[in-house]
């Protein structure tokens, strides 16, 4: 599904990633955790393709093609979709309208049929039950005023929507309450499959009691300095990072 | 000796001159009619005044030369068959139907049928031999000549040979619209056209009326449409008007919309100004009482080298007033959009509400806008705020679009509509708000 191979970042100049590895496969679920500063948020947004990241070594491969040739409109029909740590607001951009226009927009691009009303209206219903978003939301303003859970519900409805090969969360669950919390994990949990994948950045281990992740790995200073099953997260929870700086410092660049 | 300053012009005014005669030669002793007359003082008046350059404060901006270079002719003939106005019709609106073409009135093309009840809409002429309206109707002429200097008010007067008088009468709600359509045929020679419309409504009266200005398609040349619209508001009446604007490139348009309201009043203004080469837009109100309430809500799209100039005068002379002005605009390309917005709050306007905000997205280097809102202020109760920004696409929105599938001039498309909707929703007629929608909708799309 993707290959990150020896992947350098910078950002003015800035190294931020230092030469990343990682292997997802389809179906899998990967957790990325680390402190703060550590090239996380850099990782996922140079997946989603954000331009002002500058990628200087390595090569990222997403089903078989060159992931950081393709635009960021192009990733998005080809199936990859990152739910944003704190999602734009868009004025006079009714949410509904813009669900309909992405929805088909990527339909098309996949060689799909558009949907035409009557059947956007019975998709939307079903996927807004999913994570148990309020409907009035529909007709505001996209994000415009909402509330930071109903951003993230908003945003895991678009994820539902769009059915994604690989969904990205960035920091999805940082500020929420568990009610919201639990509505993000339920959404990954209902969208698992054995053809999709995630990548999972987060701050905090408690997101990872409710997604149980295949994979965990940490970023530190630019680099995976540690990767594991699900038990890794808890042995962080309990010990921090420090430990892991420690095991790292000792290891060469 | 005085040194006599040549007037730039003064060519330019000889040609109009010239087209009056000759239209005169052909009335045939309609001459000593009281509209012709009108209409023969008007180009006299003509004969004294000039025309404005960019040293006059409000032209600083928009320069006519352009406007009056052409050697204009009137009513050029043009073949215009009901299959090619069907672009025009606004999709579920029954509407009383008014067609002109190249300043001319089309009947075959036009769909007046059985006026409702309390709505009287004739030409002018005919107005003035009415003996139910001629004496209204002359004061409202007559007002609108009174003291003028505005060269192209004269102007229109003196050639508006099919201008339209709408009477709305007293406390009859009229749910029909009357929709005006200016269409433009040019070709090889350059048309110029009048429009004026005197519309009156009487008290607690309420009607809505939708102007569009169009080019053929297919069409190709240059044109000059002065347009005059008087509205002449009695108490507590209601008035809508809409006025959606697609001329074509090589069209001018200079309007100018007087308006007196008296108290208790409504006027709103709707208008989208998405075509011409140049254009220019005077809206002005006096108020005459309390309690009125003005709105002046514009949107403006110009692209390639469009020029578009909105002027808006609110002359708050009584208490208890309120006005809202929303413009909101695009510039890209090499386009130059100009907004002067000014309102005058007198002494004795207490308790006024005046509201006033323009706002642009400037896409391009070379596009530019100059907006300048005055709000002067002599009374010391009132609630008045005015507020001007100029600025670009929010570009994480783009990002964030782009990120969900649109591609970037989806994205761009989406945020610029939503950047106008804001106006276009103040629209209250449903179906000239969705035909507003897709005029502008196809302009993003060209």
Known sequence: MLTIKNLKVSIEDKEILKGINLEVKPGEVHAIMGPNGSGKSTLANVLAGREEYEVTDGSIEYKGEDLLEMEVDERAQAGIFMAFQYPVEIPGVSTSNFLKSTVNAV?????KDEL???????LIREKINMVGMNEGLLKRSLNEGFSGGEKKRSEMLQMALLEPKLAILDETDSGLDIDALRIVADAVNQLRSEDRSFIIVTHYQRLLNYIVPDKVHVLQGGRIVKSGDKNLALELEEKGYDWLKEEAGSVPA | MPTVVQDRYAEVKARFQQLFEAQHIQLNGHA???????????IKKLEGLSFPTRRDEEWKYTSVNRVLQPEYQLETPAEVTAEQLKPFLIEGLDAIRLVFINGAFREELSDIGRLPQGLTVMELDNALADERFQEMVQRQLDSLMEGQTDPFMVLNAAFARHGIFIHVAKNTVIEKPVYLIHLAAPGDVPTY????????????????????LFELPGAEGAYFNNLVNRFRLKPNSHTHHYRLQQEGLEGFLISNVDIEQDG??????????LGGRLVRNNLATTLNNQGTNTNFYGTYFAKGEQHIDNHTFIDHAMPHCQSNELYKGILTDKAHGVFNGKVLVRKDAQKTNAFQQNSSLVLSDKAQMDSKPQLEIFADDV????????????????????????????????????????????MKLEPVKDFAEQLIMKKFEE
């Open chain 2, 32 to 42: 000593s009619h009281p509209y012709h007359q009108f209409r023969a003082e008007a």
């Open chain 2, 264 to 273: 208790d009043s409504t006027y709103s203004s709707y208008s989208v100004d």
């Open chain 2, 193 to 212: 056209s009048s429009y004026l419309n005197i519309v009156f409504a009487e008290q607690s009266s309420e009607a809505s009326f939708i102007e569009g």
């Open chain 2, 383 to 426: 609630r008045c705020s005015h507020g001007a920004t100029i600025g670009q696409l929010d570009e994480t929105a783009v990002f964030y679009l782009r990120s969900r599938g649109l591609s970037d001039a989806q994205a761009r498309a989406m945020l610029q509509h939503a950047f106008i909707e804001e106006v276009i929703e103040f």
């Open chain 1, 116 to 122: 035409n009303a009557v059947q956007m209206l019975k």
């Open chain 1, 107 to 111: 339909r098309k691009a996949q060689g």
